[in-house]
């Protein structure tokens, strides 16, 4: 780590910036990992698309499927080709479980590796009345046992949505630096407002980005696909429009934006309600990036929904 646990906060708020995407896992067909792909797509995001961070193993990247030296392996993998190129990209790896003992392992071996930050989820939970108390201890202890910068993580999927009031309060603690807050937009502006430099918020909405640079003075995109399902090596406009706005250039950042609208419709009117990963798995292989397949319970799109991506995915108006 290049920061003791006391600089956690100081060296996220200098280094956590700009886009940050969640990464895909590429599986072989006999549902391996696919180390060279993924090496040779994370050169590809990192050096062609300019991205400035990867999350890694998280629900996108299937960790659910993975077993923990698996997750270990995506780790391992992320951390050593984001420390090459002329410019080091950052790194936060998913060590969400509901295990306890599982999260604490990952989140040690994340920091022996030299990860940046890891990222966990708030734990499932049977009751959804009461949480707070819950939260906090679960937080405390993860925070007490590892020195590396930690990211909160409320999302539905846990049955409930931690309230700006108890992240505030977590985010007290020394190594606390960070959320992706996949929460409805009012929420996630009073925890900006509650928290002020103690803790970074993001979420992981591309449709609301420029609107939280400009109104909420964000400088972190954290995270999900569109950085690398929206860009081509010859078609950076969400890195361009990120940077007309952090810039101050809002009027120009808004068209550059609205004009990714016909990619946007493209992926939203032909991904199935139940198969966002090999969807976007698809879209990567029409972008030239390693796809892969999925492992279960995800499922594969059919050849009629591949023509259908296909199709649109032919006049949404990338450059390649």
């Known amino acids: 780590m290049e920061y003791k646990k006391s600089e956690a906060k100081d060296f996220s708020r200098e280094n956590m910036r700009g886009i940050w995407a969640a990464a895909l896992n590429p599986f072989t067909e006999s549902l391996e990992i696919d180390e060279i792909g993924f090496r040779k797509n994370i050169r590809h995001w990192l050096d062609n698309l300019e991205i400035d961070g990867l999350f890694i193993a998280g629900k996108q990247g299937e960790c659910f499927s993975m077993t923990i030296e698996e ?18 990209a950052g790194t936060i790896l998913s060590c969400s479980d509901q295990n306890m003992a599982t999260t604490l392992e ?30 906090m201890q679960f937080y405390s202890h993860i925070s007490e046992q590892v020195d590396i910068g930690i990211a909160m993580w409320s999302h539905p999927d846990s049955g409930y949505l931690m309230s700006p009031q108890i992240c505030n309060e977590i985010a007290k603690l020394p190594n606390i630096v960070a959320i992706k807050y996949s929460v409805p937009r009012e929420m996630y502006k009073e925890l900006t407002q509650l928290a002020g430099d103690n803790l970074i918020v993001s979420t992981a909405s591309e449709d609301e980005w420029l609107d939280n640079i400009e109104e909420l003075n964000w400088r972190l995109y954290l995270c999900s696909s569109p950085p690398y399902l929206y860009q081509t090596s010859n078609d950076k406009r969400m ?44 879209w990567q292989e029409l972008l030239g990036q390693v796809g892969g397949k999925v492992r279960r319970p995800m499922l594969d799109l059919t050849e009629d929904e591949k023509n259908n991506t296909r199709i649109a995915f032919e006049s949404c108006g990338l450059k390649l």
């Open 239 to 282: 890195r361009e429009y990120t940077d007309l706005a952090f810039s101050g250039n809002f009027k120009q950042a808004r068209e550059v934006r609205d004009s990714l609208n016909p990619v946007r419709e493209a992926i939203n009117k032909t991904k199935p309600a139940e198969k966002p990963p090999a969807h976007g798995k698809y």
């Open 106 to 135: 990952l989140a040690k071996f994340a920091q022996d590796i030299g990860a940046d930050y890891i990222v966990v989820h708030a734990p499932i939970l049977h009751f959804t009345k009461k949480q707070d108390k819950t939260l």
């Open 71 to 88: 997750r270990k392996k995506c780790m391992e993998i992320a951390v050593d080709e984001t420390s090459k190129g002329a410019k080091k």
